[in-house]
C-alpha cells in the first residue's frame, strides 16, 4: 500500500500564494489518483481537488476553481497543490489521499490518508 505525506503548510498573509507537497512512498503511485481535502476546525472534510494517475486529468471544487491548481510528477512521486491569493477561509488542516479510481470527491472513496499540513491564513 502507498503512504502519503503532506509537507507546505504554515502561516501566510491573505493574498499570498503557497505550493503543498503530497509525496508517496510504497507501491507504485501513477497507480492511484489522488486528491487533495481540508478540513477546517468545526467543519466536514471538503474535496479541493483531484488529479488522475498519469496527471493528464483534474477536476476541482467550484469554491477553488481558477485559485488552486493541481499537478503531479510521478517521477519524484509527487503531488502538488499550488494555492493562489490566499483567503481567510483557506485555512484548514490540508490532507492528500490516494484512490484507485478517478474523479472520487467524497472522503471514503479514497484508500489512503496522509496526516495532514496545516494551512493558516492572516489577515
Known amino acids: 500500500q502507498v503512504q502519503l505525506v503532506e509537507s507546505g503548510g504554515g502561516l501566510v498573509q491573505a493574498g499570498a500564494s503557497l505550493t503543498l507537497s503530497c509525496t508517496a512512498s510504497g507501491r507504485p503511485f501513477n497507480n492511484y489518483a489522488v486528491g487533495w481535502f481540508r478540513q477546517a476546525p468545526g467543519q466536514e472534510r471538503e474535496f479541493v481537488a483531484a488529479?488522475?494517475?498519469?496527471?493528464?486529468?483534474?477536476r476541482y471544487a467550484d469554491s477553488v476553481k481558477g485559485r488552486f491548481t493541481i499537478s503531479r510528477d510521478n517521477a519524484k512521486n509527487a503531488v502538488y497543490l499550488q494555492i493562489h491569493s490566499l483567503l481567510p477561509e483557506d485555512a484548514a488542516l490540508y490532507y492528500c489521499?490516494?484512490?484507485?479510481?478517478?474523479?472520487?470527491?467524497?472522503?471514503?472513496?479514497?484508500?489512503?490518508w496522509g496526516q495532514g499540513t496545516r494551512v493558516t491564513v492572516s489577515s
Open positions: 488529479v488522475s494517475g498519469g496527471g493528464s486529468s483534474s
Open positions: 489521499a490516494a484512490a484507485f479510481d478517478f474523479p472520487r470527491v467524497r472522503p471514503e472513496n479514497y484508500d489512503v
